[in-house]
């Protein structure tokens, strides 16, 4: 056989042949999708389960009275649904959603600070003591004072989810804008920025990723000061759900409020990062 022929037979395998390994990408099945989606929940699936037989099964063999502190999950349920369908849950979640978004609009004052702080020395050095000072100090520890400031409402509350937030967005802009690489300001500088637009168009941008990583730790912060306000000096609000519902000693029902308190969290954290996203494709801290 000559060396054309060769040629000619090499070039003629189909793709089918030994010679050839073609892989097609593999399209996810809808079965595929939800098996994986049952394979996250599965540790979760599995501690349900485990506290219906503790709580339906196991404690009523010890002492029927131990239910009542730790209810089956079908008994949260069944509770989570009245209060729905009542719209009292609904009612108390809206509550406390409103105190926290009232205070984070406060707390937004915390980046412009932060900015003036990581921006300019003498600035830093006349506020960072009092900071620095006020910052360790539990929102839990001025709740007693608010009450005597405020009383016993929405400006108490919102007093307390403000102090939660307020610190970690601020600590978080001056850490972000001290962590400006000088060869963007210079690069600005020689373009003839001015300090203003250096300042709104290199530095804010520049410090966005730790900013938003700030409201999203103060978020967080804020939403659990906030339930320990409405304990004690709210009569609306989550908080007071599950404090109203101890006294009764309605177990089910404070499981559903810590609940609804976890998901809330979970909503919200879940809100932020998405929003991060779009205004970050850039950052790859923030598309992770």
């Known amino acids: 056989m000559s060396s054309s022929e060769l040629t000619a037979g090499r070039h003629s395998r189909s793709p089918g042949d030994a010679g050839f390994n073609i892989q097609t990408p593999r399209v996810p099945t809808f079965l595929s999708l939800s098996l994986r989606k049952l394979r996250q929940f599965g540790f979760v699936s599995l501690l349900i389960l485990a506290w219906q037989y503790i709580s339906g099964v196991w404690l009523p063999a010890v002492d029927a009275t131990l239910v009542t502190l730790l209810p089956p999950p079908?008994?949260?349920?069944?509770?989570?649904?009245?209060?729905?369908?009542?719209?009292?849950?609904?009612?108390?979640?809206?509550?406390?959603?409103?105190?926290?978004?009232?205070?984070?609009?406060?707390?937004?004052?915390?980046?412009?600070?932060?900015?003036?702080?990581?921006w300019w020395k003498w600035v830093n050095e006349q506020i960072d003591p009092l900071i620095e000072t006020l910052r360790p100090i539990p929102?839990?520890?001025?709740?007693?004072?608010?009450?005597?400031?405020?009383?016993?409402?929405?400006?108490?509350?919102?007093?307390?989810?403000?102090?939660?937030?307020?610190?970690?967005?601020?600590?978080?802009?001056?850490?972000?804008?001290?962590?400006?690489?000088?060869?963007?300001?210079?690069?600005?500088?020689?373009?003839?920025?001015?300090?203003?637009?250096?300042?709104?168009r290199v530095v804010l941008r520049a410090a966005?990723?730790?900013?938003?990583?700030?409201?999203?730790?103060?978020?967080?912060?804020?939403?659990?000061?906030?339930?320990?306000?409405?304990?004690?000096?709210?009569?609306?609000?989550?908080?007071?759900?599950?404090?109203?519902?101890?006294?009764?000693?309605?177990?089910?029902?404070?499981?559903?409020?810590?609940?609804?308190?976890?998901?809330?969290?979970?909503f919200i954290d879940t809100l932020v990062r998405k929003l991060a996203r779009r205004l970050l494709p850039w950052s790859l801290a923030a598309t992770r």
């Open 74 to 118: 079908s008994a949260v349920a069944l509770a989570a649904r009245d209060l729905i369908v009542s719209g009292e849950l609904p009612a108390h979640l809206w509550a406390s959603l409103k105190r926290e978004l009232i205070a984070f609009g406060f707390a937004l004052a915390a980046i412009p600070l932060g900015i003036a702080m990581g």
């Open 139 to 200: 929102p839990i520890a001025w709740i007693p004072l608010s009450i005597l400031w405020f009383g016993i409402g929405d400006a108490q509350n919102q007093f307390i989810i403000f102090l939660g937030i307020f610190f970690p967005i601020l600590i978080n802009t001056v850490t972000g804008v001290k962590g400006i690489e000088t060869n963007l300001i210079r690069a600005a500088q020689s373009l003839g920025a001015s300090q203003w637009h250096i300042l709104s």
């Open 208 to 266: 966005l990723p730790q900013i938003l990583t700030g409201i999203r730790v103060g978020f967080g912060f804020g939403w659990m000061a906030l339930v320990a306000a409405e304990l004690v000096g709210a009569s609306s609000g989550l908080g007071f759900l599950i404090n109203d519902a101890r006294s009764v000693l309605r177990t089910d029902i404070i499981i559903v409020g810590m609940l609804t308190i976890g998901f809330t969290g979970f």
